[in-house]
Nanobody, 116 residues
Framework: QVQLVESGGGLVQAGGSLRLSCAVS????????IGWYRQSPGKQRELVAS???????NYADSVKGRFTISRDNAKNTVALQMNSLKPEDTAAYYC??????????WGQGTQVTVSS
């Protein structure tokens, strides 16, 4: 069973930075895409950023220029560097991985809170 474990969330002031990490229990090379989603109370879960097996990246418009996703296949991790954080970035952040059969796996989430 594939497991994804997120870490790095916390409380930060607006304008600050956090780095989220997603540790994958199997080789990240087995997945077509790995991404970060977020969900705040009363809102739908939304894609924040994703990275393909080939290294192509995709970002939500709201985070472009502020967030950077990267993957380390040697360590089986995917990171999300978040800079210039805003209160509206406050949410639970989830790691998602989609394999070659389009099956998806989710982590338990890590909370990010940005104070104004």
């Amino acid at each position: 069973q594939v497991q994804l474990v997120e870490s790095g969330g916390g409380l930060v002031q607006a304008g600050g930075s956090l780095r989220l990490s997603c540790a994958v229990s199997t080789s990240t090379r087995l997945f077509n895409a790995i991404g970060w989603y977020r969900q705040s109370p009363g809102k739908q879960r939304e894609l924040v950023a994703s990275i393909s097996s080939g290294g192509s990246t995709n970002y939500a418009d709201s985070v472009k220029g502020r967030f950077t996703i990267s993957r380390d296949n040697a360590k089986n991790t995917v990171a999300l560097q978040m800079n210039s954080l805003k209160p509206e970035d406050t949410a639970a952040y989830y790691c998602n991985a989609r394999n070659l059969l389009s099956k998806e796996f989710w982590g338990q989430g890590t909370q990010v809170t940005v104070s104004s």
